[in-house]
């Protein structure tokens, strides 16, 4: 590394910049970019993740998030995602403890400054990869590269691909993962120095670089690919290696392979080193993942269901231009790419062949240039690019394993690293050809600055999923998810004529979409359309017949049609496929409540309340039909028990005081009464029950005065009007007699 080698530097018009105020700059920037969605809500795939996964609550033993997939399910089970990534759910725990609950501040404040950490830590990855790795005599790292790695940094800062990772909290996965894979990368630079004695490595460093990859790898999969990229720069940075000439002396069984740097330097001993720590992170992978890979469905990942290997072939590789079109032009965005968004290429006659066409032409000119070069400096920038480009964006391609989505932003977050250096590597040749330099740079600069603008807007976009789901809308109006998540989103708040309409398209575009004919059907039911909501929901079991919630929304509906043996069956079934089904044991005991099957009732009420102890519906039920059949003593005992547990649900207080009352136990009904009132106070029939309270109880005032907050809160309550009017004739005679 004592050899002097052309510095791309020399050809660009750009700043320079001490390295500690570079690093300022690149934090400043990558903050503002993404500062706009510290205040955004939890969205998307963030609610399955961080609030619906239970590893991240205080009553979760720390050891089973070593045992649980990144979704809170357990790796042996057959359902599980297999994305083993601990340590990212780790810092969701923290977050969760330190911020006392979901607040989702806390989480993207860490994940804005997770991104300007590695988009400072860029700066000295890129001026190693840019300008070579020299010491000084004091084993102080040089940088001679300070434009151009300042330039690639700020590509990498501002990107705006890079928005689903730093403003979607689960895109923390990929951040940890990027932060230890650069850590990893710099480590094992610390194991080369120059000294007086000449050139040395330190197997310690060495040894910390595989482990810092075996963290990255706990934090996302992609982690592992850093061992290789390690080997790759070795041996053309550290030993200088010619490929090309490698390749031809295996070729022509050369046995001067030492002199072709193979083992110079101790590099077979560091690539032994690397590929034995990596091999052994592995195998425990695969163990701890217990059951082979994850079962996705065609949905997921139409191409790698496809019979045919052309067929295969030809869209994994369409899929591939588009991962580099978002890198070029990040224009077009999407927190989804499955569903039909991208259909499949099944002819060689389809235009989109030559998006394959143009980016299997420019690698191929990249990687010749990258071999045959004479230039060792263009050589070794070029594999160097092609490297971080490809290698961590292997596990993503389908060539080792079959994954879960299309195209996917996120995991290009690693692979931008070698977009920019092919970039910044490129401008630099456009500069020393170019006679006005600083049109180029300007140019550079618009660039950069357009991108900085597209990532706020971007970001504002992830603040919310109504931003989110319908910004997707004309990226991919063919995709039935988008228009599925649009239509959740609308029904969650209300709206459930527009939600029909997005439902609707939903299953249009995707005729299997058993979700959406779930949720149009459960809408459906409560529009009390219930032929079609029939119509529907049979479909859906029948398309995924172990799809338990359509079963139970089914049952529902047949229980509503007055087709009670049908209804039963339906809910059998759907506990059948989901053992633990809580709802599901609540809406089989109002079957049985409406079949005057009362056992079966209160039976299938505490199911409901065994496996969710705080179903308040349930527990009320329970008490009602207890007490309408005069069991109060029970209904006392079961209404004592539901409040032990569930101590603040007012609708427990006020069926719990009506029993008390029935059973002359006043006081204390009345105290249930006013504490569900003051829960509560808007609700009629709470006002009503304890005014008939007082009025058994002979406190007629404070019986009158509550049937007539009562009848202004709801002048059309049922008996209300009756006992106030039986009331008032009462206060009447005894005005009478008291003045007689």
């Known amino acids: 590394m004592a050899q002097t080698e052309p510095n791309l530097d020399h050809d660009i018009s750009w700043f320079l910049l001490p390295s500690y105020w570079a690093k300022m700059l690149v934090a400043l920037i990558s903050f503002l970019c993404f500062a706009n969605s510290y205040d955004g809500d939890f969205v998307f795939d963030d609610s399955e993740a961080i609030i619906n996964n239970k590893d991240l609550r205080a009553e979760t033993p720390l050891g089973d998030l070593w045992h649980h997939d990144f979704w809170g399910s357990k790796l042996s089970s057959n359902t599980s995602h297999k994305s083993y990534r601990p340590l990212t759910v780790l810092t969701f725990r923290i977050n969760y403890l330190f911020a006392g609950g979901f607040y989702p501040v806390g989480f993207h404040v860490i994940n804005i400054l997770l991104h300007c950490t590695i988009s400072v830590l860029m700066v000295d990855v890129f001026s190693i990869l840019l300008g070579g790795l020299q010491f000084s005599n004091k084993g102080r790292r040089l940088n001679l590269a300070p434009k151009t790695s300042l330039l690639a940094a700020l590509l990498f800062a501002v990107h705006p691909v890079h928005t689903e990772c730093v403003a979607g909290i689960v895109g923390r996965a990929d951040l940890l993962c990027a932060l230890f894979f650069l850590l990893s990368f710099l480590g094992y630079c ?18 910390v670089s595989v482990i810092l990859g075996a963290i990255a790898m706990l934090c996302k999969e992609q982690g592992i690919t850093i061992l290789g990229l390690n080997a790759v720069f070795d041996a053309l940075v550290i030993n200088k290696l010619n490929v090309l000439e490698l390749i031809q002396k295996l070729l022509h069984k050369d046995k001067s392979l030492e002199n072709a740097g193979l083992l110079r330097k101790g590099l077979l001993f560091r690539i032994t080193l690397l590929m034995s720590g990596g091999a052994s992170i592995l195998y425990i992978r695969w163990r701890i993942m217990g059951t082979g890979p994850p079962a996705f469905t065609e949905v997921d990942n139409p191409a790698s269901f496809s019979d045919s290997l052309l067929v295969r072939a030809i869209n994994y590789n369409y899929y591939y231009s588009l991962n580099a079109w978002l890198l070029l032009c990040p224009w077009w965005l999407c927190f989804d790419w499955s569903m039909g968004c991208i259909p499949l290429i099944k002819s060689i006659s389809d235009w989109r062949i030559i998006a394959l066409a143009a980016l299997w032409f420019c690698l191929i000119g990249l990687i010749c240039q990258a071999l045959c070069s004479e230039d060792s400096h263009r050589r070794r920038i070029l594999t160097l690019g092609l490297g ?81 789901f319908r910004s997707a809308l004309s990226v991919c109006p063919l995709n039935a998810k988008v228009h599925y998540n649009v239509g959740k989103n609308l029904a969650d708040k209300g709206n459930q004529s527009a939600a029909i309409k997005y439902y609707r398209e939903a299953v249009r575009l995707n005729p299997k979409y058993v979700h959406a004919m779930n949720n149009l059907g459960n809408i459906l039911k409560e529009r009390n359309e219930l032929q079609e909501a029939e119509e529907l929901l049979s479909l859906a ?168 907050v009562s009848l202004k809160l709801d002048p059309m309550a049922p008996g209300t009007k009756e006992n106030y009017n039986l009331l008032r004739r009462k206060l009447e005679q005894l005005q009478k007699k008291g003045g007689a």
């Not at 610390?190 to 040894?207: C, P, T």
């Not at 993503?396 to 977009?419: D, H, K, M, Q, T």
């Not at 020393?432 to 970001?459: D, F, P, Y």
């Not at 079949?595 to 299938?604: E, G």
């Open 388 to 468: 971080f480009l490809i290698i961590p964006f292997l596990p993503a391609s389908n060539l080792f394993f079959r994954v879960g989505f299309v195209i996917a932003e996120r995991v290009i977050y690693l692979p931008s690293i070698g977009y920019c250096i092919l970039f910044t590597y490129g401008f630099s040749l456009l500069s020393k050809q170019a006679k006005k330099k600083k049109i180029l740079a300007v140019a550079v600069l618009g660039i950069l600055l357009i991108n900085v603008v597209r990532c706020a807007l971007r970001s504002s976009q992830w603040r919310s999923e109504e931003q989110l």
């Open 190 to 207: 610390k194991a080369f120095r120059e000294n007086k004695e000449g050139h040395n490595f330190s197997i310690f460093w060495v040894l």
């Open 541 to 708: 079991v029948q398309i995924q017949p172990d799809f338990a919630a359509a079963w139970m929304n089914l049952g529902i509906v047949q229980n509503s049609l007055r087709r009670f043996e049908e209804a039963e069956q339906s809910y059998w079934t759907a506990i059948k496929h989901r053992k633990k089904y809580p709802d599901c044991y609540y809406n089989l005991g109002r079957l049985y409540a409406d079949l005057n099957r009362h056992i079966d009732a209160l039976n299938a009420w505490r199911n409901a309340t065994v496996l969710k102890p705080e179903h308040s519906l349930a527990w009320n039920n329970m008490i009602i039909l207890l007490d309408n059949t005069g069991n109060l003593a029970q209904a006392e005992a079961v209404g004592r028990e539901a409040l032990e547990l569930i101590p603040n649900d007012h609708s427990l207080m006020f069926s719990l005081a009506n029993v008390l009352g029935k059973s002359q136990k006043y006081k204390e009904s009345e105290a249930l009464f006013l504490k569900a009132i003051k829960a509560n106070p808007n609700a009629a029939s709470y006002h009503g029950n304890l005014a008939v309270l007082y009025h058994r109880w002979g406190n007629l005032d404070l019986a009158k005065k509550h049937y007539e």
